[in-house]
Structure formats: structure tokens, C-alpha cells
């Protein structure tokens, strides 16, 4: 049985997706770092990759949960993973290549991302699902601890056109692992706190506990920014919560605010105070928009070479334009072609 406000709490994540890259792709000429706008958009930004990560990671482990339950056997698991695994990589592949640096993109077409972190929690989801609530929550916290203790191996120094680049396999490798855009050290870390949401779906006290130690770490941030005179929060340098890379504090603060969305959205389903049903079908298609949407910003991409930038109020336009109607278009087509999507495609191959 779906639930309807996990549908939505996904639907949140791909729709911020969109925002954050449309913005990245058709900036407005004249807007700083500083600029409110900008921050803004940051901020949609550095909560979509979190939201994405933990809710495939909550549907991975409770699809692994039954699955044990079921006493499937060895093979059965295999083909399971390995169908996820290769059309996550796939697509991977697809959305750098329809993205593509040298047509005005972003990405190399071989970059590690967001769906090859995905494909690599799929193959630990097994035996993520064996381990028992606290140690998931122990795993959680290694996982956010790995910035520390990888130092400059986690790729601050690199220029963006460097991280989303790798000469030769074994440098593919670090990116995939360590120093990529989406490494699997940290950014399991939030696959893994989909499956803590999993387990303590029943146990408010124990999520609220957790919230808690995040508001504290979140209140130790902003007094080291304070205190050390530097920046609370930037895309990536010289901060203290950075995105490439993420840092420890960066995947503690935004988990706890990944909890608040799920908590909001779960208390919302049960008093029923807004109807965000509207929002489900979005959710059921996070993969086939994801994909979808890098395909209109590879062309929206190479139109804009050597073109002006929009002005603020174009740009705000076309940004919201772009998020909002994936809400519209989902609805139709659940409505009427609901079997021709990437999801039930994975679903037919992996049963």
C-alpha cells in the first residue's frame, strides 16, 4: 500500500530538483551570491539532493524488509538489485549526455551523480534492512562523520569542471566514492537515514530525540560562524555547511530538516489540514521527471549559448513555469497512460 504523504514528500523532493536546477541552467543577469534570490534558491537546492536520497532510501528499505519477509533466496535478490542498478546508471549516463558540458550543460558524460549514488545504496539496501534501528542510526552518524576523517581527499580544492570529471577508472572511482558530486562518503548517509524513518515510522519520541541533537549541531554551526567570522552556508567554499563537498555539518543539519518535512507531511495526513494530494502523482514519478526535465534544460542549455542572460523577473518566470508543471503533466499522466514510465519499468524488471 502507498502512503499518500510519502508520495508527497517525494513529489517535494523532485519539484525541488527542478527549481534548483533550472535556476543553475537560465540564471538572471545581475543577481550575487548575496542576493536574497540567490539564497533562495540555495536553499530549495541544498535540500532537493537530501530529500531525493532519503526517501529512494526509505523505499528501498521497506522494499527490502518484505522481501527478507517473503524468504526470497539468492537469486531472487539478484534480480531485484541488479535491474536497479543498471537502469539507475543508465539513466545516469542519459542525463549526462543530455546535459552535456560542451552544449552549454553541466556534466561530463561519464560524471558519478545523484542516480549512480542510488544504484550503489540499492546494492547495500539487503543488508542495510538487516541491521537493527540503532545500528542505523550509528551507520548515519559514521556516514556524516566521513568529511572529517577523509580531510582533503573529499575533494574541497577541485573546481567543479575537475569534480565532475575523472581521467581514467580510478579516478572515476574516487569521484563515485569520495570527491564526485553526490560520493557515496557522505551522501549514503542520507539513504540510510530513509531506512531510520522506515523503522521509527511509529516512534514519534525517538524522532523527535533526533530532531533535537540536529537543532543543537545546527545551533553549534551558526555560533562557529559567528565565532570564526565565516560564512554559515555557500555552494561550495570557505563555510561551514558547503555542498561540493558536503560536510559533516552540512549532512547532520539538513537530515534534521528532512525529519521536520517528513513530520510536517505525516501530522498533515493525519489531521488533514491542507489537501496535498494534488501533489502524489508528482511523487510516483520521481525518476521519469528527473530524467525528463534534464532533457528540457539540455536544449533550453544550448539554446542560451551565447545568448543574454534572462532578466530576474524572466528568469523567476521560467523557473517556477517549469517546476509547477510537473505537477499538472503528472496528474495526466496518471491519469492516462499511468504503465509508461521509468518506475514501471524497474517494476517489471525486478519482479
Keep these: 500500500m502507498r502512503l499518500g504523504y510519502i508520495d508527497q514528500m517525494k513529489a517535494v523532493a523532485i519539484l525541488f530538483m527542478v527549481e534548483v536546477h533550472t535556476a543553475a541552467i537560465l540564471p538572471p543577469e545581475g543577481i550575487t551570491v548575496g ?8 536553499a530549495f537546492g541544498g535540500m532537493a539532493a537530501p530529500l531525493f536520497v532519503t526517501v529512494s532510501g526509505w523505499g528501498m528499505h521497506r522494499g527490502a524488509k518484505k522481501r ?13 538489485v541488479l535491474p536497479r542498478v543498471v537502469i539507475l546508471t543508465a ?3 542519459l542525463v549526462n549526455f543530455l546535459l552535456a558540458i560542451d552544449r552549454g550543460g553541466r556534466f561530463e558524460w561519464h560524471t558519478p551523480g545523484v ?3 542510488i544504484a550503489i545504496a540499492a546494492v547495500f539496501a539487503p543488508l542495510i534492512s538487516r541491521f537493527t534501528s540503532n ?5 548515519f552518524s559514521l556516514l556524516a562523520l566521513t568529511p572529517l576523517l577523509l580531510g582533503e581527499y573529499n575533494g574541497s580544492e577541485l573546481s567543479w569542471a575537475s569534480r565532475v570529471d575523472s581521467a581514467g577508472i580510478g579516478e572515476w572511482g574516487h569521484r563515485l566514492l569520495v570527491n564526485g558530486t553526490y560520493p557515496v562518503f557522505p551522501w549514503l548517509a542520507f539513504s540510510t537515514l530513509g531506512a531510520i524513518i522506515a523503522e521509527f515510522e511509529n516512534d514519534f519520541e525517538t524522532r523527535k530525540n533526533i530532531m533535537a541533537i540536529g537543532g543543537i549541531i545546527f545551533l553549534i554551526s551558526i555560533g562557529l560562524s559567528f565565532t570564526s567570522g565565516k560564512v554559515w552556508a555557500l ?22 530538516f528532512v525529519l521536520i518535512a517528513n513530520e510536517l ?11 496535498l494530494s494534488v501533489l502524489e502523482a508528482s511523487g510516483r514519478l520521481t525518476l521519469t521527471i ?37 505537477i499538472p503533466v503528472a496528474n495526466l499522466h496518471q491519469r492516462y497512460c499511468p504503465k509508461v514510465s521509468l518506475e514501471e519499468l524497474l517494476r517489471r524488471v525486478s519482479n
Design 135 to 139: 545500528q542505523l542510526i550509528a551507520i
Design 115 to 117: 542516480l549512480t549514488l
Design 35 to 42: 542576493h536574497p534570490a540567490a539564497f533562495v534558491a540555495a
Design 68 to 80: 527478507f519477509a517473503d524468504g526470497l533466496n539468492s537469486s531472487a535478490w539478484i534480480n531485484w
Design 91 to 93: 539513466c545516469q549516463f
Design 235 to 256: 555552494t561550495e567554499g570557505d563555510a561551514i555547511l558547503t555542498f561540493f563537498p558536503a560536510t559533516t555539518f552540512f549532512i547532520f543539519i539538513t537530515a534534521m
Design 265 to 275: 507531511l505525516l501530522r498533515n495526513s493525519k489531521n488533514g489540514l491542507i489537501d
Design 290 to 326: 528527473y530524467v525528463l526535465h534534464f532533457a528540457i534544460l539540455g536544449i533550453a542549455a544550448e539554446y542560451m549559448m551565447g545568448q543574454p542572460l534572462l532578466s530576474v523577473p524572466e528568469a523567476f518566470i521560467v523557473t517556477f513555469a517549469h517546476t509547477l508543471i510537473w
